[in-house]
């Protein structure tokens, strides 16, 4: 604990410019404390990860300018809070940007969900499919559930019931097509291809041509990105800029432990664990180490001192 008392925020005079940003929220004794961290998309070192009240506009802010005083401030990415832009304008008037695809995804997905419930038509979820596809390269999933539509349209009976068991033997085969296409990137080390602006504008001109077709939430999630379409495609633009924030995200799962994001014990112990983790992360040897080898010989010093 002294050791890690006496580890300080790194002050940085140097950064890319391009950054993520994120929030997270931990309890200190049952009352909900906030932690806000930004963090050098180019260079993968964290600017700062510190403790804070709450997560209102004047407190974010004051976060930002303190630990990006100096520094060039090109670009953030960030979660899909409306209240970002507004905030990140009045700090930094030049500064880009780029909204997190995963985050829309989730939303999509959700919106899909409440509409249609956790078993969504197989139609439905072709068409939220297409969504996904806008930005990144879903085709063999598309072609996938198009096989399993037509495979339907041939099984289906006039027996409802029928029909219901039959689509839910068509999803769990597309589910399993799913997780085994993710085995595999894993295997090959391997991503979702994303697609170049060209294309996505492409992909997303056919679905503004088909979208009466889609569910009423659907439709106005087309038009928020149609609407804010400068904002979900910075990074095809820049080649610096990531299009999630899951830079932040890896950060956060490598630092905390589930069982440290729902208690600590005091504030003192937050500032230690993220002040301690921020220079970790950012290549800081904390503690030295010592071989086996090395304390043998203090172990027999011991015994020939204070004889059994």
């Known amino acids: 604990m002294i050791a890690l008392e006496q580890v300080r925020q790194e002050k940085f005079t140097s950064t890319s410019g391009v950054y993520n940003y994120d929030e997270q929220f931990l309890k200190v004794n049952g009352e909900q404390t906030c932690r806000l961290v930004i963090k050098d998309r180019v260079t993968g070192k964290v ?34 809070n409306s209240r970002y832009p507004e905030l990140i304008r009045e700090l930094f008037p030049n500064a880009k940007i780029q909204w997190c695809i995963f985050h829309l995804d989730k939303l999509i997905w959700k919106e899909l969900q409440d509409e249609f419930g956790k078993n969504p038509p197989l139609c439905q979820l072709y068409n939220v499919y297409t969504l996904f596809d806008i930005f990144f390269d879903h085709s063999l999933e598309l072609v996938k559930l198009q096989e399993l539509l037509k495979k339907f349209e041939t099984l289906k009976t006039k027996d409802e019931k029928s029909n219901k068991q039959i689509e839910k033997t068509l999803r769990k085969e597309f589910s399993q097509f799913v997780k085994g296409l993710k085995k595999q990137r894993r295997r090959e080390h391997k991503k979702v291809p994303r697609k170049t602006l060209a294309e996505s504008e492409e992909t997303f001109a056919t679905i503004i041509q088909q979208s009466t077709l889609y569910p009423k939430k659907l439709q106005k999630r087309i038009n928020y990105i149609q609407e804010n379409w400068n904002k979900f495609t910075l990074f095809q633009r820049d080649t610096r800029v990531e299009p999630t924030n899951n830079g932040v995200e890896h950060y956060f799962a490598a630092t905390l432990t589930k069982t440290d994001k729902k208690d600590f014990r005091s504030n003192a112990a ?17 503690f030295s180490t010592t071989k086996l080898i090395e304390v043998i010989p203090l172990i027999g010093l011991l015994y020939r001192a204070f004889p059994s």
Not at 48 to 69: F, G, N, R, Y
């Open 47 to 80: 600017i700062v990860d510190v403790q804070t009240p709450d997560a209102k506009k004047e407190t974010i802010q004051k976060v930002m300018q303190t630990a990006l005083e100096g520094l060039p401030v090109d670009v953030f990415i960030v979660d899909m």
């Open 270 to 286: 937050v500032t230690r664990e993220l002040t301690a983790a921020q220079a970790e992360w950012n290549g800081a040897k904390l």
